[in-house]
DNA sequence: TAATGTAATGTTATAATGTAACATTATTTG
DNA sequence: CAAATAATGTTACATTATAACATTACATTA
């Protein structure tokens, strides 16, 4: 997938922390590994050269990125990395709640808010890859509310929308 | 408890076609292979031998099915098969609407409601597998408002929810 | 600080999932 | 029937992910 340059991302929101939604997350790259130090120092966790370096390159780029394409950039940084090294330090930064995967392309993403536990709606334009992260409790409490209808106890839920971002219908959607 | 449905004591739901939702679809397999077959007639598509096998393999799993766990059901039965077979199949009867793709672990599932267009949400039982379809609108009104408002054109929309069913709560969770 | 235990990373190999490309067979249509 | 189209077969390979074990870095404390 992916050609045309993404645009940024223009939702507004209040959240705890220093990072702003409203900002690419890559214009606030130091911010956000800040934070992401403080908050292990707190956890207890160790926020390693390679964690950093893997969050980092997630942070930085437009479009989430696969575990392959990680690898290929952190090979062209200089350091050797084989698929475990990258995996690991994914489910470390997914358990910290610093990156996101997608299940529907495979790609992980920095969340733009770590701060807290949320779930969150992604709309992933099938045209440029650009992925926002949306946060709703509406939605989660109506998939909560209809799963505890149907006996089910609820862990995780996972929703990603697929479509056009508004760019991508600008381009393509004016022959129609 | 469902609610006393009027008329024809097989269908238990407000749906079109001969499907019920409360009863197990492999229960109703003859049904629903006739109903697809109905439907393809209709669509002018053609139902052959392969896509009937692997709408019925599907159809009798209580849990849904990887694509090579089909592979394998396929060669058991007597039918050599190679991925492309059956992954062809799968997205044929994904475009007719007959079969899910659940994202969130590489399986297919029958749909129960295969003759209108909707989307559903589906709850994953971790522990079992067993998955259930959900059909809710105010979910996706709720996504496709929020989505909208980002100025985004929604196409697809996947809501999977991961946790515990009602069977495997009893099961796992006494000593809490 | 050396000894020890644990956490993180490196390394090799392989599993699991999915597709491209082209050959062959079946079905429809002129 | 011939020709066109659709479906399936077949080979090879691409992509995504993990198992298993070796090594290194870090933390603890005696």
């Given at each position: 997938m992916v050609k045309p340059q993404p645009k940024t991302a223009t939702i507004e929101c209040r959240h705890a922390g220093?990072?702003?939604?409203?900002?690419?997350?890559h214009q606030q790259l130091t911010r956000f590994l800040a934070q992401a130090d403080a908050l292990c120092l707190q956890r207890k966790q160790r926020f390693t050269a390679l964690r950093k370096q893997v969050l980092s390159l997630i942070c930085q780029s437009p479009q989430p990125l696969g575990a392959y394409a990680l690898l290929d950039l952190m090979k062209e940084s200089g350091r050797s990395a084989a698929p475990p090294t990258v995996y690991r330090a994914l489910d470390f930064l997914q358990q910290q709640g610093f990156v996101h995967r997608l299940a529907s392309n495979n790609t992980y993403l920095a969340c733009a808010h770590p701060q807290q536990q949320h779930e969150a709606v992604f709309l992933v334009?099938?045209?440029?890859?650009f992925t926002q992260e949306l946060h709703t409790d509406g939605i989660y409490k109506a998939v909560g509310a209809r799963a505890e209808k149907a006996g089910f106890k609820l862990e995780h839920a996972s929703v990603e929308v697929s479509g056009l971002c508004a760019g991508c219908q600008q381009k393509t959607g004016v022959s129609q």
């Open positions: 220093s990072i702003s939604c409203v900002k690419p997350l334009c099938k045209q440029c890859g």
